[in-house]
T-cell receptor, first 113, second 115 residues
Framework: EAQVTQNPRYLITVTGKKLTVTCSQN?????MSWYRQDPGLGLRQIYY???????DKGDVPEGYKVSRKEKRNFPLILESPSPNQTSLYFCASGSHRAHYGYTFGSGTRLTVV | AQSVTQLGSHVSVSEGALVLLRCNYS??????LFWYVQYPNQGLQLLLK??????LVKGINGFEAEFKKSETSFHLTKPSAHMSDAAEYFC?????????????FGSGTQLTVLP
C-alpha cells in the first residue's frame, strides 16, 4: 500500500529535550515536506526537500532541522523544543510537480511542556 | 505571491442538505487548485483537483468544485450531506508552472453535519 508513515503519533516532551519525528514514504517520491497545523492558521510549511541531499526552508523553519540522506526518509528534528512548537505535524510526499497532489502522513501531535 | 481564503471557519448543515464550502484564491499566474479533506485523527486526503480543461471537477464521495476564473473562486459542493462528511476541508493553490514547494493552503473549514 502506498503510504507516508510518521512516528510517533503522539509525543509529550519537556522543554529543551531533543527529539526526532520520523517520516518514511514507499512511493519513490522525489519531493517531501513537513507542515505544522495550528487552529485558524491552516497548514504552514516548515521545510521541504526536492530530492536526496536537497533541502530548503519553508515559511516557518525556526527551531527545526531536517535531513534527506535517503529518498524514502525525511526526519524532522527539534534540537531544543519550546512550548510554542506544540502543534500537529504532517509529513507529505509527492512528485516534484505540485499538480500531482501530495500524500500525507497521519500526523504527529506534539506537546512541549 | 499567491494566497487562499476560505470563507467560514465553521459550517454546519443538516443531513441531506447542500454542502457549500467557499474558496477564493489570488495568483499572478493560472493556478492549479485543490481540495483536501481531513477526517478526525487522520492526515489530509486529496478530494479533487483542477489543473486544466473542464472547469467543473468531480472528486471522491460525491463532491465537486467549479473553477471560476472571473471570480477567482473554487467552491466545493455536494448536493446532499452525509454524517460521514463531517471533517475539516482545506483549499490549496499552486501556480501551474511551479514546483511542489509552492503549494499554499487555506486556513480550513470545519464541516459539521447535523442529524
Amino acid at each position: 500500500e502506498a503510504q507516508v508513515t510518521q512516528n510517533p503519533r503522539y509525543l509529550i516532551t519537556v522543554t529543551g529535550k531533543k527529539l526526532t519525528v520520523t517520516c518514511s514514504q514507499n512511493m519513490n517520491h522525489e519531493y517531501m515536506s513537513w507542515y505544522r497545523q495550528d487552529p485558524g492558521l491552516g497548514l504552514r510549511q516548515i521545510y521541504y526537500s526536492m530530492n536526496v541531499e536537497v533541502t530548503d526552508k519553508g515559511d516557518v523553519p525556526e527551531g527545526y532541522k531536517v535531513s534527506r540522506k535517503e529518498k524514502r526518509n525525511f526526519p524532522l528534528i527539534l534540537e531544543s523544543p519550546s512550548p510554542n512548537q506544540t502543534s500537529l505535524y504532517f509529513c507529505a510526499s509527492g512528485s516534484h510537480r505540485a499538480h500531482y497532489g501530495y500524500t500525507f502522513g497521519s500526523g504527529t501531535r506534539l506537546t512541549v511542556v | 505571491a499567491q494566497s487562499v481564503t476560505q470563507l467560514g471557519s465553521h459550517v454546519s448543515v443538516s443531513e441531506g442538505a447542500l454542502v457549500l464550502l467557499r474558496c477564493n484564491y489570488s495568483s499572478s499566474v493560472p493556478p492549479y487548485l485543490f481540495w483536501y479533506v481531513q477526517y478526525p485523527n487522520q492526515g489530509l486526503q486529496l478530494l479533487l483537483k483542477y489543473t486544466t480543461g473542464a472547469t467543473l471537477v468531480k472528486g471522491i464521495n460525491g463532491f465537486e468544485a467549479e473553477f471560476k476564473k472571473s471570480e477567482t473562486s473554487f467552491h466545493l459542493t455536494k448536493p446532499s450531506a452525509h454524517m460521514s462528511d463531517a471533517a475539516e476541508y482545506f483549499c490549496a493553490v499552486a501556480p501551474d508552472s511551479g514546483s511542489a514547494r509552492q503549494l499554499t493552503f487555506g486556513s480550513g473549514t470545519q464541516l459539521t453535519v447535523l442529524p
